[in-house]
């Protein structure tokens, strides 16, 4: 199950207690206090992380807590630190506090790490309180408590390319047939439930672009109808979008009203969206209406429209050529 949302209560671990001891030995009438400190409680740390793709592990874990710090010894030992809780996170999360409603932390780069939730420090122990005037201090310090929190995980996919369209214009075929993702492909819309990232490799220099294919959109789904936005926000960090148009007109469908209205649902989400490059991609030119189709949808003076048909792999070629010369991957570590 493909999970890019939830809510984590964490706590930090509570510092140690300070110990109040003196030292006792053979001749030493006046040893003086050799209490030792109080570890330090365990942090809570959110670590991105490349082998993990998803939020899974926190649906039926949402509470996490830190280890509390050792108690401090005689002789002048120190508790030992408590254990740090690491909450591993796809990169692309975003952390945002629920108490606020302010993101804390944005993990991009796999292996960067942020201190959600601070330990406690250790509590003196009674070494600390000797003085002239108090030769033999019989005080120490509690352990200070750690930090506690809610936080939302928000997964947002990292992705070079993003394929954007109506349910049933082909989405899933095409990543089928350039990708070694394999999602289910019906002849039914909303197939794709959760998005999808495939791998396309091109043999020429070795070198690797991740797509994401999200669910399809429908008419309102900047204003969650449908799968709604929650899928939208995994195309914000893509560098380049392709737009598929179903150019069959599947279920009466006018590939040119499909075209403004996936513009239009990008727009009212976000209108950066808008500014990034894009690619029209005219799928199902296999189909009987698709040539009268496709030249409608030419003379709305578009940008760039490439055909393909993803029955026949017309045009997946020169689709894939397009992306080598159009889309610098990222680099990812």
């Known amino acids: 199950m493909f999970i890019d949302e939830v809510v984590v209560t964490a706590t930090a671990g509570d510092g140690g207690r300070g110990c109040i001891s003196f030292r006792r030995e053979k001749y030493e009438a006046f040893g003086g206090p050799n209490g030792g400190d109080g570890g330090r409680g365990g942090n809570v740390v959110v670590v991105a992380d490349h082998d993990v793709n998803n939020l899974n592990d926190y649906r039926f874990r949402p509470k996490w807590k830190a280890k509390r710090g050792e108690h401090g010894r005689g002789s002048d030992e120190y508790g ?50 000797k003085s002239s005037v108090t030769q033999a201090p019989k005080r120490a310090n509690p352990g200070q408590p750690g930090e506690t929190g809610s936080f939302r995980f928000i997964l947002k996919t990292l992705a070079d390319v993003g394929l954007v369209g109506f349910p049933n214009a082909g989405k899933s075929s095409l990543i089928n047939l350039i990708t070694k993702a394999r999602p289910k492909c019906a002849a039914y819309p909303f197939t794709t439930l959760h998005p999808q990232i495939g791998v396309i490799e091109f043999e020429k220099d070795y070198r690797r672009l991740l797509l994401a294919d999200v669910p399809g959109l429908v008419p309102g789904a900047s204003q969650n109808k449908g799968l709604g936005h929650r899928f939208l926000r995994h195309i914000e960090r893509c560098r380049m979008l392709l737009i598929m148009i179903d150019m069959e007109g599947t279920d009466g469908r006018d590939p040119g009203e499909d075209y403004q209205q996936l513009l239009e649902e990008l727009r009212l989400y976000d209108p950066a969206l808008l500014e990034k490059p894009r690619l029209v991609i005219a799928n199902k030119m296999d189909g009987e209406n698709a040539p009268d189709n496709l030249k409608r949808l030419r003379s709305l003076n578009l940008e760039e429209i490439l055909p393909i048909s993803c029955l026949t792999e017309e045009g997946i070629a020169d689709l894939k050529e397009q992306l080598y010369l159009r889309v610098t991957p990222v680099e990812r570590v």
Not at 87 to 102: F, H, M, Q, W
């Open 80 to 129: 030992k630190a408590g254990e740090d809780v690491i909450l591993r996170v796809a990169p692309g999360t975003v952390v945002i506090n629920e108490e606020t409603g302010k993101a804390v932390a944005e993990l991009i780069e796999n292996g960067e790490r942020v201190i959600l939730l601070k330990g406690g420090n250790g509590g003196w122990g009674n070494s600390h309180f």
